[in-house]
């Protein structure tokens, strides 16, 4: 099975972020005021010239209730070995996501807890 770069990756979030965004008629205006970033960043994701952060992508998510995995998932016009090597580099994403996440978030809260000290 092959794998995906970044730049199929990049291509897939900006093709689904436009087409969720485009279903529920909203610019790229009214989408980056509801997920609090400029109007030129998502711009910048949607022409594949800006990334996105793990808590960023759960605020895309969010505001276009879907799951974060279907901003990268491919449509269903795909060859079957495509979407089978998608899938599995979105697991792989995922548990990636996650674990990063994670480690933000413990951050985090290591910095507020000596900041209290």
Same mark, same amino acid.
């Not at 495509?82 to 580099?89: A, E, F, G, H, S």
């Given at each position: 099975?092959?794998?995906?770069?970044? !730049? &199929?990756?990049?291509?897939?979030?900006?093709?689904?972020?436009?087409?969720?965004?485009?279903?529920?008629?909203?610019?790229?205006?009214?989408? @980056?005021?509801?997920?609090?970033?400029?109007? &030129?960043?998502?711009?910048?994701?949607?022409?594949?010239?800006?990334?996105?952060?793990? +808590?960023?992508? !759960?605020?895309?998510?969010?505001?276009?209730?879907?799951?974060? +995995?279907?901003?990268?998932?491919?449509?269903?016009?795909?060859p079957a070995?495509?979407?089978?090597?998608? &899938?599995?580099?979105l697991d792989? +994403?995922?548990?990636?996501?996650?674990?990063? +996440?994670?480690?933000?978030? @413990?951050?985090?809260?290591?910095?507020?807890?000596?900041?209290?000290?």
């Amino acid at each position: 099975m092959g794998s995906i770069d970044e !730049v &199929n990756l990049r291509n897939l979030l900006s093709r689904n972020i436009k087409r969720y965004r485009h279903r529920k008629g909203w610019s790229q205006a009214q989408l @980056a005021e509801k997920i609090e970033i400029s109007t &030129n960043y998502l711009s910048d994701i949607e022409r594949r010239r800006g990334w996105v952060s793990p +808590f960023s992508l !759960v605020k895309l998510a969010n505001a276009l209730e879907i799951e974060v +995995f279907e901003l990268f998932k491919p449509e269903e016009t795909a060859p079957a070995e495509v979407i089978d090597t998608v &899938n599995k580099c979105l697991d792989d +994403f995922s548990t990636s996501l996650r674990v990063s +996440f994670d480690k933000a978030i @413990a951050d985090s809260m290591k910095k507020i807890q000596k900041s209290l000290l």
